[in-house]
T-cell receptor, first 113, second 111 residues
Framework: NAGVTQTPKFQVLKTGQSMTLQCAQDMNHEYMSWYRQDPGMGLRLIHY???????DQGEVPNGYNVSRSTTEDFPLRLLSAAPSQTSVYFC????????????FGPGTRLTVT | GQSLEQPSEVTAVEGAIVQINCTYQTSGFYGLSWYQQHDGGAPTFLSYNALDGLEETGRFSSFLSRSDSYGYLLLQELQMKDSASYFCAAHNAGNNRKLIWGLGTSLAVNP
């Protein structure tokens, strides 16, 4: 199993550009989520999904969109990048029931200039 | 609001025992998880407590007191590789996979 994969690992954007961060998991997990982590901070939930076709907002959803067309993939779209979105983005997945462990991808380090 | 408080930094020596505390104020509390994160890496799961008491997993143990809204992570026989950040995260009762995270405790293990 590859676990949770994220691409790209690093990205530099100019203000106003859009892009999609990719996340995929091969563990057949129903639950997937996106977090951002800023220096010295904990993780803040952006969006999450409890299954294909179902998404919901987390704590800091503004400026981001998600969709979940398959169990495996959960892309995060930045609509119009702003310097405040400079952060490390982590995707995570887990089963919807049973074990509470969340599995994290390696992260995408995004800089918006 | 919802918040979790944990110390920002802890220092210990190899072989010692260290306790990292976490107090929480969350509506609809379901359980408490602990994660480890090395610099530049992804968080990795350590433990989960839903009921009061101690859960032991090797050198690491985690404790929860729901009446005190308090938990801690206990690390024994510290090794240099335990130097990392440790996060407590509260599970939401409405969606028990939804987490609110503390700001993390940076643990430095010295020789």
């Amino acid at each position: 199993n590859a676990g949770v994969t994220q691409t790209p690992k690093f990205q530099v954007l100019k203000t106003g550009q859009s892009m999609t961060l990719q996340c995929a998991q091969d563990m057949n997990h129903e639950y997937m989520s996106w977090y951002r982590q800023d220096p010295g901070m904990g993780l803040r939930l952006i969006h999450y999904s409890v299954g294909a076709g179902i998404t919901d907002q987390g704590e800091v959803p503004n400026g981001y969109n998600v969709s979940r067309s398959t169990t495996e993939d959960f892309p995060l779209r930045l609509l119009s990048a702003a310097p405040s979105q400079t952060s490390v983005y982590f995707c995570a997945s887990s089963y919807k029931s049973g074990s509470y462990e969340q599995y994290f991808g390696p992260g995408t380090r995004l800089t918006v200039t | 609001g919802q918040s979790l408080e944990q110390p920002s930094e802890v220092t210990a020596v190899e072989g010692a025992i260290v306790q990292i505390n976490c107090t929480y104020q969350t509506s609809g509390f379901y359980g408490l998880s602990w994660y480890q994160q090395h610099d530049g890496g992804a968080p990795t799961f350590l433990s989960y407590n839903a009921l009061d008491g101690l859960e032991e997993t090797g050198r690491f143990s985690s404790f929860l007191s729901r009446s005190d809204s308090y938990g801690y992570l206990l690390l024994q026989e510290l090794q240099m590789k335990d130097s990392a950040s440790y996060f407590c995260a509260a599970h939401n009762a409405g969606n028990n996979r939804k987490l609110i995270w503390g700001l993390g405790t940076s643990l430095a293990v010295n020789p």
